[in-house]
């Protein structure tokens, strides 16, 4: 389990079991918004496990989110290491901070904690995502935590258009 500070209060980042797929599916009804970008706007258990079966084929950590009293607020995926079979590359490959959650700093807390916990793997060396190029908000949010774009706008199999981001792990020696 990770822990992210967010002021005062504590939040718990651990992998979705069984037990919580209710409560994702609950947070993806929550980010329907951002779900509205790409090819299918409406959360269902099937997005929620066919999201969870993809983070599993390529070696991901599929999270929740949740606030010190147990209560689910977003899904993180990363993979931790070896990605696209490159062992110095981890990726971050999902983020959903529920509406109602957003904008308190929140994603920049999971964003830091996960960034520490990929950084724990000296091998590993930068941490790559992606960005919707019809989601300024996020764009910002990212380039704001230290990310960089890296590629031009490129379509992808699901019909979306990103550019790839990238940010170096800086350890201190
Ligand atoms: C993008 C996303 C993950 C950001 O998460 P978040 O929790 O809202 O992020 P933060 O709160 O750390 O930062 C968001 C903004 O809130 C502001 N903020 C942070 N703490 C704040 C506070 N205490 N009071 C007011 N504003 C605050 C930040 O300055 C930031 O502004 P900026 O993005 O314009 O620079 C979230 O909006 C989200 O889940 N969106 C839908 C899904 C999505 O787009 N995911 C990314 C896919 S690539």
Known sequence: MI?????????????????DLDAVLEVYRLCE???????????SMDMVLEDIEMSKKQGGVF???YTADGKPIGVVDYVPNNYQGNPQAACLCLLMIASPFRNQGIGKAVVEAVEYE????TRV??????VQVNNPRAMRFWQRTGYRVISEPRLRPDQ??????????NRMV
């Not at 918004?33 to 090819?39: E, I």
């Not at 990929?118 to 793997?121: N, R, V």
């Not at 979306?160 to 792990?169: F, G, P």
């Open 160 to 169: 979306t258009t990103a550019v790839d981001l990238q940010k170096d792990i």
């Open 118 to 121: 990929i950084s724990k793997d």
């Open 63 to 65: 999270c929740g989110i």
């Open 3 to 19: 822990s992210a500070k967010i002021r005062d209060n504590v939040l718990e980042i651990r992998p979705v079991t069984q037990d």
């Open 125 to 130: 060396t930068t941490v790559l995502s992606g």
């Open 33 to 43: 918004d951002f779900l509205a970008l790409g090819p299918v706007a409406t959360a």
